[in-house]
């Protein structure tokens, strides 16, 4: 009798032919027996799928041995920079966890990608146009992080500490735990960072008849808290709960001096204004998840019910003085001031969705709907302290309030055409209500709008190693509330930064095509950008006053092609090279005022990863970034680069890591922003105290836990960061 036995794996079957009596085996012993049989096949590093680029981690040794941080910096369409996260060709990206948004502050997310072991990462998802599924919000991408399952019954967990010495050091201390029992699966992470940065700046403004040249030596001090706890349970086979908390409390504290120096065309010191500064700020945040998942059958129809519940809570305490001097260091009479600026704001954010998957015979259907609700208040007083008592100043104070409703539907189906094509078309429809009313100003402000939002997506695998793409869709971007409220907020008594409570939100249709060829990635992407806003600094021939303030004025044209190639060639090397070609075009509608600018645009990286020994468990890493003088929106950008370089040690069978980084070389990472406004060049340099050393320890540590229930050895559970 003959027996067909066949093993699928992702990208192919085996068959194994065998011909064997069925009764003899009954009544005989088999001289050998097979105990345990292990097919292990290597999954490709890039993966074109029909909405979303996928990097499975596994297949990189760049990955190994590092954080999130050190994934995303691999991830094709993604750049770090400054510890800022970016994704080519959009102006934003948010990032997800298991596809749960992670609702930190920049500083506050790197910190917790830090706190996520690369080896527990399964794959990177580069979602660079979100589907009909996700909010329409922002003109940007979304990565998502999938983390391996874990085996049930088991404890781990990890110790993180790190010494970072720039210009000033900073310090970072956490760890996580991770416990799963039978049906209860809790998660926690905690870290805590403290230290300080001095990035530095200059200002230069080009007046007719002299010229005003500012620095401003800035110190930042860190000091902040953020925690993650989660806690999930199983309620039956087919349902899952679970509930997760995100914290985050900072108390920075930043000090600052300008000195602006005011010289006539002959370059000769006309005068010297000084202002010092002591601003201190504490804020808060918190983030309140309840998950659901059902599953209908076992065809895969199931549903999932979110609800939120979002603070934000910021204080700040500006106190700053401002004195003015002749060239000759004598003060100007009558011209100094003393000023403390307070602002306080207030934000709760309450939001539910449900989202429901149903594959039938001839599409794969999803559809849901999400509804929020947004509250923001806000509070600036301006007191002015030259004199021996406080005097309130109305006219430079605000009490503001922002309400914002939205209410979302979306559709949207995935249909195989052929063992080749693969198409996915999807609609959102979102309605939001927007009023923001002015205390101080008496003044009441409405906007009320629909809008749809379609997607497209059509894929073609030509080859097994060879598949293209072609997507499509719209997005808003919504002013922020900051940028809505028309307080003023001073730097020194002569700049000052306001919202403007008349913006509109602007639209963005991207278009992108792209194409995967083993470990080439290639994308050509085109973005459409109407009504755009941006923050401009508004000066006069006539007046020193320097006011920056958002504006919608512009439409912007981008093109641009992508290139990313994984070297992987060499067992000991690994390089992962990327380059961008760009061309990008703003119309201004006040030209008078802010002229139209365009510019070609070039960025190339390169992160190589070198192992230097058998065992696998010494690292060395060489990387490269550089970027030409390019647009972003009304500002034109220099060119930069810069090499970092490190290493990574593997100890105690891997439970104890250690890595070194120097970061920024050479000191090369600075960069001039330019803008044009009402015929007066500006130039603003920017370095963010980038160079640095990084020592980074972490202990990582887990069992097994005992459980009267059997279990197969393909069983898994959630695992959250660690």
């Known amino acids: 009798m003959k027996k067909l036995i066949s093993i699928s794996l992702l990208f192919f079957n085996i068959y194994l032919f065998s011909q064997i009596n069925i009764k003899d085996s009954i009544n005989k012993t088999f001289e050998k027996q097979i105990q345990e049989v292990e097919i292990k096949a290597k999954q ?172 401003n030596n800035k110190r930042i001090f860190q000091n902040s808290l953020g925690a993650k706890f989660a806690l999930g349970y199983q309620v039956s086979p087919k349902t899952t709960m679970d509930i997760e908390y995100l914290g985050a409390f900072s108390k920075p504290l930043i000090k600052r001096k300008n000195t602006s120096y005011i010289t006539n065309n002959n370059s000769v010191l006309d005068s010297l204004i000084i202002t010092p500064s002591r601003l201190e700020i504490e804020r808060n945040t918190h983030s309140l998840n309840f998950h659901s998942v059902t599953k209908i059958d076992t065809l895969g129809t199931q549903y999932s019910i979110d609800i939120d519940y979002f603070k934000f809570q910021s204080d700040l305490d500006n106190n700053f003085s401002t004195n003015t001097y002749f060239s000759n260091n004598i003060p100007a009479p009558n011209r100094y001031i003393s000023v403390n600026n307070l602002s306080n704001q207030n934000i709760d954010i309450y939001s539910a969705k449900i989202d429901y998957e149903m594959p039938l015979k001839w599409i794969n259907l999803s559809f849901g709907g999400k509804i929020s609700f947004i509250n923001n208040d806000s509070k600036v007083s301006y007191f002015d302290t030259t004199g021996m008592n406080p005097i309130f100043d109305p006219s430079k104070s605000n009490i503001f309030n922002y309400k914002e409703n939205t209410q979302a539907l979306y559709i949207s189906g995935n249909k195989k055409l052929s063992e080749k094509w693969n198409l996915q078309l999807g609609m959102r429809l979102e309605s939001t209500q927007t009023k923001g009313y002015s205390e101080t100003l008496r003044q009441t402000n409405k906007n009320d709008y629909i809008q749809l939002f379609p997607t497209f997506y059509l894929t073609y695998k030509a080859t097994e190693n060879s598949s293209w793409g072609l997507n499509y869709n719209k997005r808003i971007d919504r002013p922020t509330y900051g940028d809505l409220n028309p307080f003023r907020f001073y730097s020194s008594s002569y700049n000052y930064s306001e919202g403007n409570p008349f913006l509109q939100p602007f639209f963005t249709d991207n278009i992108d095509i792209s194409h995967t060829y083993k470990d080439f990635y290639t994308s050509i992407y085109f973005n459409y950008l109407t ?192």
Do not use: C
């Open 44 to 215: 490709k590093l890039i993966e074109r799928k029909v909405d979303r680029l996928v990097l499975n981690v596994e297949s990189s040794i760049s990955a190994t041995g590092g954080d999130a941080l050190d994934v995303l910096n691999i991830t094709p369409g993604i750049r770090i920079q400054n510890d800022q996260i970016s994704m080519i060709g959009k102006s934003g990206v948010s990032v997800m966890i298991d596809d749960r948004l992670l609702q930190l502050s920049d500083d506050d997310l790197i910190n917790f990608l830090k706190t996520i072991k690369s080896d527990a990462i399964k794959s990177i998802e580069v979602i660079t146009n979100p589907p009909a599924k996700y909010d329409a919000e922002g003109n940007s991408g979304i990565v998502n992080i999938k983390l391996k399952k874990a085996k049930k019954n088991s404890i781990s967990g990890n110790l993180k500490t790190s010494y970072t010495q720039a210009k000033h050091p900073l310090g970072s201390l956490g760890g996580g735990l991770n416990y799963q029992k039978n049906k209860w699966t809790i998660t926690s992470n905690i870290n805590y960072s403290n230290g300080s940065t001095a990035p530095y700046q200059e200002y230069t403004l080009y007046y007719p008849n002299y010229t005003w040249f500012e620095t």
């Open 531 to 722: 009504n755009g806003f941006d923050q401009v600094t508004y000066v006069s021939k006539t007046n020193i006053s320097q006011i920056v303030t958002p504006y919608n004025f512009y439409t912007q044209k981008t093109v641009g092609l992508m290139e990313n190639y994984v070297f992987n060639k060499i067992k000991w090397w690994e390089s992962n090279n990327q380059m961008t070609i760009s061309y990008s075009k703003t119309l201004s509608k006040i030209e008078e005022s802010v002229p139209s600018i365009s510019s070609w645009a070039f960025t190339f990286n390169s992160n190589n990863a070198f192992i230097l020994n058998k065992a696998k468990t010494i690292k060395a890493e060489l990387n490269f970034n550089y970027m030409s003088p390019s647009v972003a929106g009304s500002y034109k950008i220099s060119s930069r680069y810069y090499f970092d370089a490190g290493f990574k040690f593997s100890l105690l069978e891997k439970k104890l890591e250690v890595a070194i980084n120097a970061i920024d070389v050479f000191k090369t990472n600075k960069y001039t922003f330019t803008q044009i406004v009402n015929g007066i060049k500006q130039n603003n340099y920017d370095y963010p105290d980038s160079q640095k050393i990084r020592l980074s320890l972490a202990w990582n540590f887990g069992k097994q836990l005992k459980s009267h229930k059997r279990e197969q050895s393909n069983e898994e559970e959630k695992s959250r960061a660690k």
